[in-house]
C-alpha cells in the first residue's frame, strides 16, 4: 500500500504555478504558507520564530530555505531541489538579511518576484523586515490565495485520500460511540478510541500510515467540550466533562492520511433521549438532506445555504441557527469555498465539502452532523458513511 | 482549588495597555491575535474563516466582535463588557463592513486607533479588507508586539498556573517513561500516559481543571516522531515508529493550566544505552548545566547561548548543533525572548524559560533535555523536576 503523493501529481500542481509566474512575468516565487510549501513539495515544518519559506524558480526548482535544523529535515524529501540555511533566529545576521543574500546569490535581487505574503509573520517571538525591505530592487507582486485556488480542485490521488480519511474516521467514530457511557471522562473515551483506532491504522496500513503534518495526537477523534447543555456551543472548548444519562453529544473524527483530512461528526445521545431532543434531531436531520440535495456542478455554492436557510424559516428555528452549512477541506480542516448564501463561487467537480447546518438549543444542546461530500460531474458523493439516523446513535 | 486568572490581574495587564495607549492618544485598540484577546480577557475561540476580535476602549471597556457562533460562548466571560456579531462569512455584508458599521457607532469613526494588525488574517479561506479600507476617516497605528511584550515579564499567578504545569508534566513524564518500552508504537506509549494523566489530574484538580484553550488532546506527551535515529531531526514529526532495544528517545510533557503550558523535555534509552550514546549525553548535560550556570538576572540572554556555545567549542560538537539554547514561554509553547547569542534582551525577574541545548547525531539519535526555569531576584529556579541523570532515563 503506497499513501504517498506522487511525483507526476506534484509536477502537476507545480505546472499550475508555473504557468500563472509565466503570464505575470514572475521569475521565481517565494512561498511563507507552510500549507503551500507541503502542496508544492511534501515538506511539513513546525513554525516557530524561526522564518522558513520555499522560493519556486520560473525554471521550476524547489529551493527551501530554512532554519539550520531543518536542514536534515528538508533534505530528507525528493521534491526539494536544493536546501539553503541560516543559523538561528535573531541570530548574529538576521534570517531576511541571509534570505537577501540568497536569493541575491540565484541572480534574483533586481527580480520581478512573487510572494503570498510580504514576509514571514508568527505569533511566537519573530520580528523581522519585510522582502522588499531587504531587496529593494525587487519588484515583489503579492499573490497570497494563489495556490489556495488551486487547491480548491482535488485530484484524484487527493480523493483517495480523503476517502481513506473517511474509512478511518468511521472506524474512530465507532468505538467513541462504543465508550461513549455514563460516568467516563470526554477525554478518557476520546483517548480510548484515539489509541485503538491508531493501532488499527497501523497495523492494516504499515509503514505508509503517516499523518505527514505534525497535529499533535492523530487520528483526531472526540467531543471537544460538545457534551450536554455545553453542545449548544458550536466551537466549545473541552471542558473535561463526565458524560450524563441523557446527554446530547456533538462528536468529530478527523484522521489524517497523507496531510489529508476528512470531517465526520454525529449528534448522539448517551441513553434514550427525550422528546425535545427528538425533535431538534429530526429537524437537524432534515436540514442537512435539503443541503445534500442542492449538491450539483454547475450551481453557486450559496444556492445551498439558501435551501437550508428556508428550512430554518418554515420551522421558526432562527433562534437555534449559528453558522452556515459548510466549507471545502482538504489539507486544512477549513478552506474556501463556503457553503454560505453569501459566497457564490460554483460548484465543480473535484470540489470536497463539509455539510453541517446545525440547530443549537440553549440549555439542552447542540444538533448537527458533518458529512464529508465530494461534487461529482452529475452531482455528489458521500465520502463519510457513519449511520446518520437517530435510532443508531443512542449510546448504550 | 480554583485555577483561574483573577480578576485583579486581568485588571493590571489591561492597565498596562491603557497606559500605553494614553500616551499614544489612541481613542481605542483592536486585537486581531487571540494569544493577545484572551490575555486580556480570558476569551478563547478557534480561529477559521470568521474574523473576531477584541475592541479595547481607552475607558477600558472590552468588546468583543465574533461571529454569531460565538456569542453564547464570548458572553460567558464576566471580563467582556459587551458581545457585537456578525451573521457569518463571507454573508450577505462583509463581516469587515459590519465591523466598520460598529466602530462608527461607537463614535470611532475619526478616531485614533490601534491595532496589531491591518486587518484580520487566516488560512483558512479568509479573504478581507484592512481595518482602515473600511475606516478610511480613522488613523491608524500598528503595534504589532504592545501585549507579547508585556507577556514577557509573568505575574505571580501566570508563575502559580506554569508550576502547576510543571507538576502535571512530571506525572505525565514519570508514566510515559514506565510505558516506553521495545514493541510498542510511539502513540500507543503517548496516549496510555495521556489517558492516565488526563484521569489523575481531573480526579486531582476537579471542576477547576480546564486547559482553556484549544489544544486538540490535552496533556500532550510523547514523542513526535524523535524515536531512534529520527531523533536527531529536532523537530521530527510522528513516524509512528516501534520502540526498539537501545533507542534514543527524545520526549516531551507540556500540559495545560488556565492556558500555561511549562515545557519537559528527556533523552531517555529503551533499554541499555551504548557507549557513544552515553558520551553524547554527557556532552549534553554538561551543556544545559553550562546554560543555568548563566542565569541571572541584569545580564543579556545572549550571555546563555555564548556560553553554551563555548562547550560545543571546547569538545568539538559543532556538527551536531542545530539550534538555539532556549526560548521564552508561557500561553505560547514559544514566546520572545530567546537565549540566542543574537538576543541581547536583559533577564529579568519574572521571565520564564526553557533550557534545551541539544546534541544531534545523524544516524544514532538526538540528545536533548529541556528544563523550564523562573528567573529570580537573585538567579534561576527550575520549575520542572524530572530527574535528568542518566541512570534514571533508562527505559526497563
Keep these: 500500500l503506497k499513501l504517498e503523493i506522487t511525483r507526476q501529481e ?11 509566474m509565466k503570464e505575470l512575468g514572475l521569475d521565481a516565487f517565494v512561498f511563507w504558507n507552510n500549507t503551500s510549501v507541503f502542496y508544492l513539495c511534501g515538506f511539513s515544518f513546525i513554525p516557530t520564530e524561526r522564518p522558513a519559506c520555499m522560493i519556486l524558480t520560473k525554471h521550476g526548482n524547489k529551493i527551501m530555505y530554512v532554519p539550520r535544523l ?12 536544493e536546501t539553503i540555511s541560516y543559523p538561528e533566529y535573531p541570530g548574529a545576521i538576521h534570517p531576511m538579511e541571509n534570505l537577501a543574500k540568497a536569493i541575491t546569490g540565484m541572480g534574483l535581487a533586481t527580480a520581478h518576484l512573487g510572494s503570498d505574503a510580504s514576509g514571514y509573520s508568527s505569533t511566537k517571538g519573530y520580528r523581522g523586515p519585510g522582502l522588499t525591505e531587504v531587496l529593494p530592487s525587487v519588484k515583489l507582486t503579492l499573490l497570497p490565495y494563489l495556490v489556495e485556488e488551486i487547491r480548491v480542485i482535488k485530484s484524484s490521488e487527493e480523493i483517495a485520500f480523503i476517502r481513506e480519511s473517511a474509512r478511518w474516521g468511521n472506524l474512530a467514530h465507532s468505538l467513541l460511540q462504543k465508550y461513549s457511557l455514563p460516568g467516563y471522562l470526554e ?10 483506532t491508531t493501532k488499527a491504522m497501523v497495523a492494516t496500513l504499515g509503514d505508509s500510515y503517516n499523518p505527514k503534518v505534525s497535529t499533535g495526537l492523530d487520528p483526531h477523534v472526540g467531543f471537544r467540550g460538545q457534551i450536554g447543555p455545553n453542545s449548544a456551543l458550536p466551537h466549545a472548548i473541552d471542558i473535561n466533562a463526565v458524560l450524563q444519562p441523557g446527554d446530547n453529544l ?3 473524527a478527523c484522521p489524517r492520511i497523507g496531510g ?15 422528546p425535545e431532543q427528538r425533535k431538534y434531531f429530526g429537524f437537524m436531520k432534515e ?9 450539483r456542478p454547475g450551481k453557486p455554492c450559496s444556492d445551498v445555504d439558501k435551501a437550508v436557510r428556508e428550512v430554518y424559516e418554515k420551522h421558526g428555528l432562527w433562534d437555534y441557527w449559528r453558522h452556515h452549512t459548510g466549507h471545502a477541506l482538504g489539507l486544512l480542516n477549513h478552506e474556501l469555498p463556503f457553503f454560505d448564501s453569501g459566497d457564490h463561487s460554483v460548484m465543480r467537480p473535484g470540489m470536497v465539502f463539509s455539510v453541517e447546518p446545525g440547530i443549537f438549543v440553549p440549555g439542552l444542546g447542540g444538533f448537527r452532523h458533518s458529512d464529508t461530500v465530494l461534487v461529482t460531474e452529475t452531482g455528489m458523493e458521500m465520502l463519510t458513511y457513519y449511520p446518520r439516523d437517530l435510532e443508531r446513535l443512542i449510546c448504550r
Excluded at 506534484?10 to 500563472?20: A, E, F, G, N, Q
Excluded at 531543518?70 to 531541489?81: C, D, F, L, P, R
Aim: overall charge negative; aromatic content about 8%.
Design 10 to 20: 506534484y509536477k502537476r500542481r507545480t505546472s499550475i504555478v508555473l504557468d500563472k
Design 70 to 81: 531543518e536542514v536534515e529535515h528538508a533534505t530528507q524529501n525528493q521534491e526539494v531541489s
Design 187 to 196: 477525554n478518557e473515551v476520546s483517548l480510548r478510541a484515539t489509541l485503538e
Design 250 to 252: 456533538v462528536t468529530y
Design 260 to 274: 489529508y483530512t476528512s470531517e465526520l461528526e454525529r449528534t448522539m445521545f448517551v441513553g434514550e433521549p427525550g
Design 287 to 295: 436540514i442537512q438532506e435539503t443541503a445534500f440535495d442542492k449538491i
